[in-house]
């Protein structure tokens, strides 16, 4: 995987994400991939680590195994018109990570018979801790493999049918959001119940982090794990049982559903 060659088209924030753990794993050497933004200017420091920079898209993928494409929904099809008849079929594999771009619509624009995949990476892929979901359409074994290998390189991926691709991006994509807000909430309420903000952060992250590990290790339902801590009468239950009270798990699926519908619109 490390001499592949590989281009992002449309560097934006998770093109981004994923250009720093693919550099931060060694997933591909740096002198081997070649990313694309409209103002390069805000990707110069890589230049500095022998990432290829450029605005020239049909420059960036000539000479890639990999194509990632990274624009945004109403900009992808000027840019698969641009690039499609400077695609390689015999060498190259296509994977959008535009969200709600199905891979017939990817097909019908680029008009030749190329390995197409979808994935929807998040931005914990700077870190290596990226949940990516993949899907594809009549693509070969080892182009499976490659590509499960390139996401797996930034942190876990998993193949899934195309018909859950959206549910995947509100899940595993503006999850990293609500996450964020949660544990944000939870640090001013550290700080209120007397913490500084410095120290409310690394208790409430590590405690994030800790129930994470917990529930992947032991695989193990939540709630199983929750009734470990709620003792009778006890401060968790109490604290547990005001937040059911003001609308915690509801707000929380509504929220999601919300998201959801406004990705099939």
Do not use: W
């Amino acid at each position: 995987m490390r001499n592949k060659k590989l281009s992002i088209i449309g560097c934006g924030n998770i093109g981004l994400s994923m250009l720093q753990g693919f550099l931060k794993e060694e997933t591909i050497a740096a002198k081997n991939i070649t990313v694309t933004r409209r103002n390069i200017n805000e990707l110069s420091n890589f230049k500095q680590l022998g990432v290829k920079i450029t605005t020239d898209n049909i420059r960036a993928i000539k000479e890639s195994n990999l194509i990632i494409i990274a624009v945004k929904p109403y900009n992808i099809v000027s840019v698969l018109e641009e690039i499609k008849d400077h695609l390689n079929p015999k060498n190259q594999i296509l994977i959008s990570i535009t969200a709600g771009v199905a891979i017939s619509k990817i097909q019908d624009v680029v008009g030749i018979s190329i390995p197409i995949f979808r994935a929807m990476p998040n931005i914990s892929a700077s870190v290596g801790k990226s949940l990516s979901c993949i899907c594809h359409k009549d693509a070969g074994i080892e182009d499976v493999e490659s590509v499960k290998l390139l996401f797996d390189s930034i942190g876990t991926s998993m193949v899934i049918d195309e018909e859950l691709m959206q549910s995947a991006t509100i899940l595993g994509a503006c999850g990293v959001a609500y996450v964020l807000r949660f544990i944000r909430a939870m640090i001013q309420g550290g700080i209120q119940i007397g913490f500084d903000a410095k120290t409310a952060s690394e208790i409430v992250n590590q405690t994030v982090k800790g129930a994470a590990e917990l529930l992947i290790e032991r695989k193990e339902h939540p709630e199983y794990e929750i009734d470990k801590v709620t003792t009778p009468k006890g401060c968790t239950i109490v604290g547990l049982n005001e937040m059911e009270h003001n609308g915690f798990s509801s707000s929380l699926i509504k929220g999601i559903v919300a998201s959801y519908d406004k990705i099939e619109k």
